[in-house]
């Protein structure tokens, strides 16, 4: 038990998460967060209110009984925390870096309107963290085998979430993966040195001591078709957790130009491809000394941007149509991008972009911006500052507005309802589309949207497949009205 | 793991490989790719499938070692495996009953027009195939698009085989005094696709390219393909590699592939260097 009396657990400030400097982070793909020592992660955990009514519970999209695990933590007892954690969160190590915490269970915390809530992200990647180090990891194995299959297409969090919660119930999953590497979007967009690669794989690795099979290079939709799963294939139901597919661009001329890069591209080059190693064929234009600029204000942009900085980019910056405020960044990455030298840009859109003859990218035109009214949203519009145009240089773009969903899997299902915007259409409660025994979750349903997210659409259509597979029942989603865009 | 069941040289620098892959096998259609990833730390390339045996459960590749990577894979004999392979990817070419087409192959280009040919005189079409080489050593599949084509036409750019200069020499002639052509196929170097297209354009001759840009995922993810089409961009990956020739932007695409151009140098010095240098390649 917590002897602290409650006036002397909110005089304690929040422990600091120990990083790396920024002047030696700048110049390695390591990671930039090292992660609590257990002495500060009880401290931190013996500052936990144990409010009876815990809201951060109810800020978590996953349900994580955080107060649980935290008055573990404080007793030294981390192996039963992460057992806690596990109950709700099949991939803590990752949600526990990743997390946007701060609108989250950290936003709910009542001392957060101190400016202090517990470091709830960084005690469950402590707990996390300590239990796959010293190799405590329990394969949960299902108290009975139902002998059904389910096919889960997509391996990132979206799909190992709904992988998880199905082998828990006994359900024989196997999961699909387009790419050579499993992961999806850990993988090949968050960097190793916010996520490394390493934590992704060993919790790969549980799920398949679970018995959870894994298929790469297996793109559903040209090789085999969500018919043949659901035939030949005798898989029982589909789990399409393929995330947000084609990325955007601004639609200004000049966009298609040498040395301009989606986020992804980009990201998947150095991420995926190891681009940044002298033992990796896959090239990158070289960064060194480069005015590299990021145009977006997402978890994405600031992945690239400081990517960018470990690439030699001077210098390296942000460009956002609107103001710090409006950034859809974790703040954390914000910070940690401007302690390594990121340049903020706000209030500015790309008019053009300018080559040499060669065709490679030498500048950019720009556009200020000022705020104007709030959009459907709620955020306030960017409207641009006639007669504000000035022209940049830079050798490197990387264009991080997001993505449409990618046509492949409903080009070859027609009787998978899209949405107008191409996101697939299906019961928010359930996760079911129009196709029967076809779940689906993640990017591919909202959009671009976050990790966790993600993995909770991936817990519901879970359960909804557990109780479909049960019932043999088939509900669709219900009305257009009510369904999710 | 994907076996390689046969591997053969079809001319200096382009093999074919027969590779197991019955899930592509089953599914491809004319026209489409494969990614393919040759080793550990290799780079993540497209290639057309050349031919595919449903029954058999294979699918054929035929690479031209240009860079480090095709050259690597070209050193794959019978028995070793292709780490990574995926696919089927990219839009089938549109079979239909056309008429009278022109099918068009530039050195290892043949290869991508050999199987849409084959499907273009299935459907019903007659097929004049040209097929082109910088000498007859490079000219390949002859005997495969003389078993599918009504009449095949090789050229040569130094006469030793054939018509004596390039492929739009033969073309020239067919439009001018040929039957009317209703669709010419043309696949080969960029330059070679650009001459095809300012060639049927005056004639107004629908005019189908297959492109190669530079990819990465090949599914659409990341855009490295792009490409402009009639002023739009297009990822050649998910909306092609097929377009209407009289609407590419070729000059663009030249540009972007030449993105990479030192680099891609310099990796095939140091594989050069290490195939000559038993020592160097084990360091």
Same mark, same amino acid.
């Given at each position: 038990?917590?002897?602290?009396?409650?006036?002397?657990?909110?005089?304690?400030?929040?422990?600091?998460?120990?990083?790396?400097?920024?002047?030696?982070?700048?110049?390695?793909?390591?990671?930039?967060?090292?992660?609590?020592?257990?002495?500060?992660?009880?401290?931190?955990?013996?500052?936990?209110?144990?409010?009876?009514?815990?809201?951060?519970?109810?800020?978590?999209?996953?349900?994580?009984?955080?107060?649980?695990?935290?008055?573990?933590?404080?007793?030294?007892?981390?192996?039963?925390?992460?057992?806690?954690?596990?109950?709700?969160?099949?991939?803590?190590?990752?949600?526990?870096?990743?997390?946007?915490?701060?609108?989250?269970?950290?936003?709910?915390?009542?001392?957060?309107?101190? =400016?202090?809530?517990?470091?709830?992200?960084?005690?469950?990647?402590?707990?996390?963290?300590?239990?796959?180090?010293?190799?405590?990891?329990?394969?949960?194995?299902?108290?009975?085998?139902?002998?059904?299959?389910?096919?889960?297409? =997509?391996?990132?969090?979206?799909?190992?979430?709904?992988?998880?919660?199905?082998?828990?119930?006994?359900?024989?999953?196997?999961?699909?993966?387009?790419?050579?590497?499993?992961?999806?979007?850990?993988?090949?967009?968050?960097?190793?040195?916010?996520?490394?690669?390493?934590?992704?794989?060993?919790?790969?690795?549980?799920?398949?001591?679970? =018995?959870?099979?894994?298929?790469?290079?297996?793109?559903?939709?040209?090789?085999?078709?969500?018919?043949?799963?659901?035939?030949?294939?005798?898989?029982? +139901?589909?789990?399409?957790?393929?995330?947000?597919?084609?990325?955007?661009?601004?639609?200004?001329?000049?966009?298609?130009?040498?040395?301009?890069?989606?986020?992804?591209?980009?990201?998947?080059?150095?991420?995926?491809?190891?681009?940044?190693?002298?033992?990796?064929?896959?090239?990158?234009?070289?960064?060194?000394?480069?005015?590299?600029?990021?145009?977006?204000?997402?978890?994405?942009?600031?992945?690239?941007?400081?990517?960018?900085?470990?690439?030699?980019?001077?210098?390296?910056?942000?460009?956002?149509?609107?103001?710090?405020?409006e950034m859809p960044a974790r703040r954390e990455e914000v910070h940690h991008a401007r302690q390594e030298g990121v340049r903020f840009s706000m209030l500015a859109t790309p008019l053009e972009f300018f080559g040499n003859s060669a065709g490679f990218l030498e500048a950019v035109h720009l556009q200020r911006?000022?705020?104007?009214?709030?959009?459907?949203?709620?955020?306030?519009?960017?409207?641009?500052?006639?007669?504000?145009?000035?022209?940049?240089?830079?050798?490197?773009?990387?264009?991080?507005?997001?993505?449409?969903?990618?046509?492949?899997?409903? *080009?070859?299902?027609?009787?998978?309802?899209?949405?107008?915007?191409?996101?697939?259409?299906?019961?928010?409660?359930?996760?079911?589309?129009?196709? *029967?025994?076809?779940?689906?979750?993640?990017?591919?349903?909202?959009?671009?949207?976050?990790?966790?997210? +993600?993995?909770?659409?991936? *817990?519901?259509?879970?359960?909804?497949?557990?109780?479909?597979?049960?019932?043999?029942?088939?509900?669709?989603?219900?009305?257009?009205?009510?369904?999710?865009? | 793991?994907?076996?390689?069941?046969?591997?053969?040289?079809?001319?200096?620098?382009?093999?074919?490989?027969?590779?197991?892959?019955?899930?592509?096998?089953?599914?491809?259609?004319?026209?489409?790719?494969?990614?393919?990833?040759?080793?550990?730390?290799?780079?993540?390339?497209?290639?057309?499938?050349?031919?595919?045996?449903?029954?058999?459960?294979?699918?054929?590749?035929?690479?031209?070692?240009?860079?480090?990577?095709?050259?690597?894979?070209?050193?794959?004999?019978?028995g070793d495996r292709i780490p990574d392979l995926a696919g089927p990817l990219g839009m089938p070419s549109r079979i239909e009953r056309f008429g009278n087409v022109v099918a068009i192959g530039g050195g290892v280009g043949t290869a991508i027009a050999y199987p849409t040919a084959a499907a273009l005189k299935?459907? /019903?079409?007659?097929?004049?195939?040209?097929?082109?080489?910088?000498?007859?050593?490079?000219?390949?599949?002859?005997?495969?698009?003389?078993?599918?084509?009504?009449?095949?036409?090789?050229?040569?750019?130094?006469?030793?085989?054939?018509?004596?200069?390039?492929?739009?020499?033969?073309?020239?002639?067919?439009?001018?005094? /040929?039957?009317?052509?209703?669709?010419?196929?043309?696949?080969?170097?960029?330059?070679?696709?650009?001459? &095809?297209?300012?060639?049927?354009?005056?004639?107004?001759?629908?005019?189908?390219?297959?492109?190669?840009?530079?990819?990465?995922?090949?599914? /659409?993810?990341?855009?490295?393909?792009?490409?402009? &089409?009639?002023?739009?961009?297009?990822?050649?990956?998910?909306?092609?590699?097929?377009?209407?020739?009289?609407?590419?932007?070729?000059?663009?695409?030249?540009?972007?592939?030449?993105?990479?151009?030192?680099?891609?140098?310099?990796?095939?010095?140091?594989?050069?260097?290490?195939?000559?240098?038993?020592?160097?390649?084990?360091?």
């Amino acid at each position: 038990m917590n002897e602290l009396t409650l006036k002397e657990r909110m005089q304690m400030s929040r422990v600091a998460m120990p990083e790396q400097y920024p002047d030696s982070r700048r110049r390695n793909f390591t990671e930039v967060n090292l992660g609590l020592t257990p002495e500060l992660a009880i401290e931190e955990a013996r500052r936990c209110l144990m409010c009876r009514r815990a809201v951060c519970i109810e800020g978590c999209p996953v349900g994580v009984r955080i107060t649980d695990f935290i008055d573990l933590v404080a007793e030294g007892e981390f192996d039963q925390a992460a057992k806690v954690i596990k109950q709700d969160n099949s991939l803590p190590a990752i949600c526990g870096r990743v997390c946007p915490q701060e609108h989250q269970c950290e936003g709910a915390c009542v001392l957060a309107r101190k =400016g202090k809530p517990i470091a709830i992200g960084a005690l469950e990647r402590f707990v996390a963290d300590y239990e796959l180090e010293n190799d405590l990891m329990q394969t949960y194995s299902p108290p009975h085998r139902t002998g059904k299959r389910v096919a889960v297409v =997509g391996s990132g969090p979206a799909g190992l979430a709904c992988a998880t919660d199905l082998a828990r119930l006994g359900h024989e999953v196997t999961v699909f993966e387009a790419l050579h590497e499993l992961g999806g979007v850990l993988v090949y967009g968050i960097p190793e040195f916010r996520l490394p690669k390493e934590i992704v794989q060993k919790e790969i690795a549980q799920l398949e001591e679970m =018995g959870v099979a894994f298929v790469t290079n297996a793109v559903i939709g040209m090789m085999d078709s969500i018919d043949d799963l659901l035939g030949e294939e005798g898989f029982e +139901a589909v789990f399409l957790g393929v995330g947000a597919g084609l990325p955007r661009f601004p639609q200004v001329p000049g966009e298609n130009l040498i040395g301009v890069y989606s986020a992804n591209e980009f990201l998947t080059r150095v991420n995926l491809m190891k681009a940044y190693r002298a033992d990796s064929d896959t090239p990158l234009l070289d960064l060194r000394g480069r005015a590299v600029s990021v145009f977006g204000g997402g978890n994405t942009a600031m992945d690239a941007v400081r990517t960018a900085v470990r690439l030699g980019a001077a210098p390296a910056s942000i460009i956002y149509r609107r103001s710090e405020e409006e950034m859809p960044a974790r703040r954390e990455e914000v910070h940690h991008a401007r302690q390594e030298g990121v340049r903020f840009s706000m209030l500015a859109t790309p008019l053009e972009f300018f080559g040499n003859s060669a065709g490679f990218l030498e500048a950019v035109h720009l556009q200020r911006m000022e705020l104007g009214d709030p959009d459907e949203g709620g955020r306030r519009r960017p409207v641009p500052v006639p007669g504000s145009e000035w022209i940049e240089e830079v050798g490197v773009a990387v264009i991080a507005i997001g993505n449409s969903p990618n046509p492949l899997l409903p *080009r070859a299902t027609p009787d998978l309802d899209q949405t107008r915007w191409g996101t697939l259409v299906t019961d928010e409660t359930t996760g079911r589309t129009t196709k *029967r025994g076809v779940f689906a979750g993640g990017d591919i349903v909202t959009g671009g949207a976050t990790v966790i997210l +993600a993995m909770g659409a991936g *817990r519901v259509a879970a359960a909804s497949i557990d109780e479909y597979l049960r019932s043999g029942i088939w509900t669709p989603p219900k009305d257009p009205a009510e369904v999710t865009g | 793991m994907f076996e390689v069941l046969e591997a053969k040289n079809l001319a200096p620098d382009i093999r074919y490989l027969r590779i197991e892959a019955p899930k592509i096998a089953r599914r491809r259609k004319p026209g489409q790719f494969v990614i393919v990833r040759a080793s550990s730390n290799g780079e993540r390339i497209p290639l057309t499938i050349a031919d595919a045996h449903p029954a058999e459960g294979w699918i054929a590749l035929i690479c031209q070692g240009v860079g480090k990577t095709t050259r690597q894979l070209n050193t794959v004999a019978a028995g070793d495996r292709i780490p990574d392979l995926a696919g089927p990817l990219g839009m089938p070419s549109r079979i239909e009953r056309f008429g009278n087409v022109v099918a068009i192959g530039g050195g290892v280009g043949t290869a991508i027009a050999y199987p849409t040919a084959a499907a273009l005189k299935e459907a /019903g079409n007659r097929v004049v195939a040209i097929i082109g080489g910088r000498s007859r050593e490079y000219i390949i599949l002859e005997d495969e698009m003389r078993a599918v084509a009504d009449e095949v036409y090789p050229t040569t750019d130094d006469g030793s085989y054939g018509y004596h200069g390039l492929v739009t020499g033969p073309l020239a002639d067919l439009i001018t005094s /040929g039957p009317p052509i209703d669709l010419v196929l043309a696949i080969g170097p960029i330059p070679m696709m650009k001459a &095809v297209a300012e060639l049927t354009r005056p004639h107004a001759i629908e005019t189908v390219v297959s492109l190669n840009p530079i990819m990465v995922d090949g599914t /659409g993810m990341c855009g490295g393909c792009r490409v402009e &089409v009639g002023g739009e961009t297009k990822f050649a990956c998910v909306d092609g590699p097929e377009f209407d020739a009289h609407q590419v932007d070729f000059e663009l695409l030249t540009r972007r592939n030449t993105a990479y151009r030192d680099f891609e140098q310099q990796r095939l010095n140091e594989w050069n260097a290490s195939r000559h240098d038993p020592l160097g390649a084990a360091l």
